[in-house]
Every structure is written in structure tokens, then in C-alpha cells.
């Protein structure tokens, strides 16, 4: 056993941990794509330009022609929870 065998790089503590980082923020990156369950806004023309929770209710209060389901929640927000189409052109309301 001389030192000419020694292999060139070998495993350490330091080679463990930095694999350990990587691995978790690939898992991280992995997970928070999956946490956003809420069913987006389309991206059509129409989500494109409704602005206003008036204009959304038009057509998801209880006569439109998709009415919010039942026990849906009355909160004004809706793209706090259901994501806006990219390229959307509203006020953040
Ligand atoms: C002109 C009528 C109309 C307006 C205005 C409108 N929507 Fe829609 N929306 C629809 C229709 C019809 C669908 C279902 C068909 C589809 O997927 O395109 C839909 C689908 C959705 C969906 C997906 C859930 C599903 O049923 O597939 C969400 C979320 C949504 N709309 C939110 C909104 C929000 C928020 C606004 C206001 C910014 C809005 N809509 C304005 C007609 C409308
Ligand atoms: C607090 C969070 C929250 C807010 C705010 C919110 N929604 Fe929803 N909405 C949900 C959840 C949760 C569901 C049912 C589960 C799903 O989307 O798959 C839902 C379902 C819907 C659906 C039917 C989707 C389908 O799967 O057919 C429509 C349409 C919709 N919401 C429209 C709106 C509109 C319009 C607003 C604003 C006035 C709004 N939502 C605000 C959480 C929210």
C-alpha cells in the first residue's frame, strides 16, 4: 500500500453534506410544485381579461353559466387561491 494507489478522490464529510444539500433542495423544488392545489384560472381570452370580481361573478355566481361550487368560500380574492392565467391584464383584485 503506497501512496501512488490512493485513489484521486475519495468520499469525505464535506462531499456527503454538499450531496445532502442539493438533495433537499431538489426535493424542496420537487414538493412546492405539488403544494398549489387550487384549480388555476384558464388561459383563455376571457379569464385573460376579466379584471374584476364582478365580471367573475357574471359567470361564476349562482346563475352563471359555471356557478362556484357549493360551500365554495365568498372571499373576494379569488387569485389568492386560484392561480391568474400568465400575461393577465387586472388589477391584483
Ligand atoms: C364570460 C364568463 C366568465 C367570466 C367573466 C369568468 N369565467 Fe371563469 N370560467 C368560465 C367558464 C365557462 C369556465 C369553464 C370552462 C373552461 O375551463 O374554460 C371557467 C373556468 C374557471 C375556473 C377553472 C375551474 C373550472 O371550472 O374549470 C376558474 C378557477 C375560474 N374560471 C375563475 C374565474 C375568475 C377568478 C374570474 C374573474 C377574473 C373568471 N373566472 C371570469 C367562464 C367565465
Ligand atoms: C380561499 C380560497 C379561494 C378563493 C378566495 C376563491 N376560491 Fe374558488 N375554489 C377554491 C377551492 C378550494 C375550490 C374547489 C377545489 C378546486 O378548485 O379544485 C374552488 C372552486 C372554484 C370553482 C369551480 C372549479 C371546478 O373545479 O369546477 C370556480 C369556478 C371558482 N372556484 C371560482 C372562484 C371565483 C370567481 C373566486 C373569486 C370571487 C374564487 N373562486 C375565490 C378556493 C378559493
Redo the contacts with the bound molecule.
Sequence with gaps: MDEQHKPAWQMNRRDILFLGIIAAVILLLVLGTTERTT????D?D??LH??SRA??M???GPQG??PQPAGHTRADQ??QC?QQPEGWQGLSR
Design positions: 384549480r388555476p384560472v384558464p383563455d376571457v379569464h376579466s379584471t365580471a367573475c357574471q359567470c361564476h353559466v359555471r379569488c387569485f386560484h
